[in-house]
């Protein structure tokens, strides 16, 4: 088995829908939500960045039994629980500089009930739906039965709580009756899963005794909520079945009227994403196309899935454990940092550690001392003689070529560790271009150049002009870079760019201020 190669879906695919998991509502939005939000929006402004467009779509898990439970523990309503928290959700994106295309709460989007129903009776008409008593180990959680041997020292593997011992009688849907046609799509990279130790991990499962599953709960368990069971009241659809139904239902499907997206965002050409967590990856790589192909539906075409973060050593969650409040972090240290740090810092396949001191250093060192820097130093030098250099312009040695050079190259080295689904590796081909020409200004020192020049050295003046087209192209060329990872300050770095003539000696404001540690957005749910 090869790995695919990761120009395919640039080359071959211009439109592009991405989508970020919905959460669950029974609490407050964590730094993992914040995580997710930020790398799906990355993914659709960088297609844009590129010429191609780009749908992007969050939402929220309503139906879920443990809003319910947190509504009862609270003594309000569930609908107005997840009401209340839902919009939460929806503040935090807007905090984030998020703006969904489509942002579907799965209890109140007009026409989802109704797409959960037709997916619903499709598998139903496939055989694929039968009824069966069943007693199994259930954590409310994670909203999934285990087996014993799944679980570790009696426990929850994500939550480390003891499952419930429930016996009912549930709908099932015939799951193994895909696990080999689906370990194909996998390996074939038909459904592509990235990374690689991920898609792993899913032919993994899928080579193993894949067992049918759950797709429905009493409705005396659920009180009701949730969407019925066509033709059975007396029990509602599953929550990862209603839940998964969302990235179709918030497309119109499937009313699909005239200025619905299904068509042009799933039935047609475009690139269908999901970005998830890891501990949510085998709904979405399993239980999602095994659905889709027994509802006659096209499948995603990638699952991009991210690890997960701690904070402070602790494990985030919303109930008890250690969590940041990520809104709270951005009206402390500002939507860059905290959009920086979430692509930034975080590893593809470990999981990473956040703490106040990492999110301002990451901050300071790369935007305010790095690029922020480099761009205010390049903006007063040019103001301090009229420009006679743009960008592109050769200071005519060998390191201004290899600069110039690694600038022409800048946008292929950033498409492909976006293809691949490492923004890490995208920013560090960022910040190595500013780190190299930050050792072009020391080594060529334009300041004693423009000295030279208004004393009337006609060679500094040349060797000063040819300096500043380097360094603008490597600005202009980075501030465009930025645009998705930290799009208010890339417009910032834009402004001063285009303000380099006209302004005589004013002073550079910075585009990127430092920011100081204080310990705000930390906080135990």
Known sequence: MQ????????????DLYVTASIPYVNGAPHLGHALELVHADVLARHRRLRGGAARLQSGTDDHALKNVTAARGTGVAVDDLVARNGDRFVALSAALGVRPDAFVRTSRHPGHADAVREVWRRCAAAGDLYPRSYSGLYCTGCEQFYAAGELTGGRCPEHGT?????????WFFRLSRYAGGLARLVADGV????????RNEVLGFLAGEVEDVSVSRPAARAQGWGVPVPGDPGQVVYVWFDALVNYVSGLGWPANGPDDGYQRWWAGGAGRVHVVGKGIARFHTVLWPALLLSAGLPLPTRVLVHDYLTVEGAKIAKSGAQA???AALVASYGVDAVRWWLVREPAPLTTTDFTVERLVGAHDRDLANGVGNLVSRTVALARRRPVAAGPGRSAGTADAHD?????????VAVDAA???????????ALTDVVADAGRFVGRHEPWHLARAAADGDATAGEHFDAVLGVLLS????VAHELRPFVPDGAARLEGLLRSVSGQGGDPVPPAFPRVRPHGAGLGHL
Do not use: M, S
């Open 403 to 411: 600069l110039l050079a690694r600038v022409e190259h800048l946008p």
């Open 162 to 170: 003891v499952p419930d011992e429930v016996t009912e009688t549930n």
């Open 3 to 14: 790995d695919l190669d990761p120009w395919q879906d640039l080359d071959t695919l211009q």
């Open 324 to 326: 940041a409040d990520p």
């Open 418 to 428: 976006v293809a691949r689904y490492d923004l890490r590796a995208a920013c560090t």
């Open 191 to 198: 459904l592509d899963v990235v990374p690689a130790a991920r």
């Open 474 to 477: 490597v600005c202009t060329a």
